[in-house]
């Protein structure tokens, strides 16, 4: 009986850890004018060749995150759906003190070739340099 106790706790306890990585509406940019006001407003900007992300002080107190994966440079929904997927998985790992940023990642023609891993990597790699770049102009 004991046994059964424990899994059910582990249950639980893998049930809350999921939760803690979950992607709350106040962490997501929302609205047209969300996204205007950063396409007007860009003061960091960063790229590969798959990817480009743009990024202006936040509204909030937190970062923000959008996304714009086009049907003609991404064809398929699947293939758009894994770029959104893995960016707000790297989004979530970002340690606390990332900058205050609303951030949009926009795919380019060729990033639903990019292998998982890769994929990853692209997207690390946006977020380091934004943060890079954010500090040299403060």
Do not use: C, W
């Amino acid at each position: 009986m004991p046994e059964t106790e424990f899994q059910f706790h582990s249950v639980q306890q893998d049930a809350r850890d999921v939760a803690d990585q979950s992607f709350p509406r106040t962490r997501r940019l929302l609205t047209k004018s969300d996204f205007n006001r950063v396409f007007e407003q860009a003061t960091v900007r960063a790229g590969t060749g798959e990817l480009f992300a743009l990024a202006s002080t936040a509204a909030d107190a937190e970062a923000r995150l959008g996304f714009i994966v086009a049907r003609k440079h991404v064809r398929r929904a699947v293939n758009r759906n894994l770029i959104k997927r893995i960016a707000r998985e790297e989004f979530r790992l970002l340690d606390p003190t990332f900058p205050a940023l609303d951030i949009i990642v926009m795919a380019r023609k060729g990033a639903d070739k990019l292998e998982r891993e890769k994929l990853h990597e692209a997207v690390r790699y946006l977020f380091r340099k934004l943060r890079q770049r954010r500090s040299e102009k403060t």
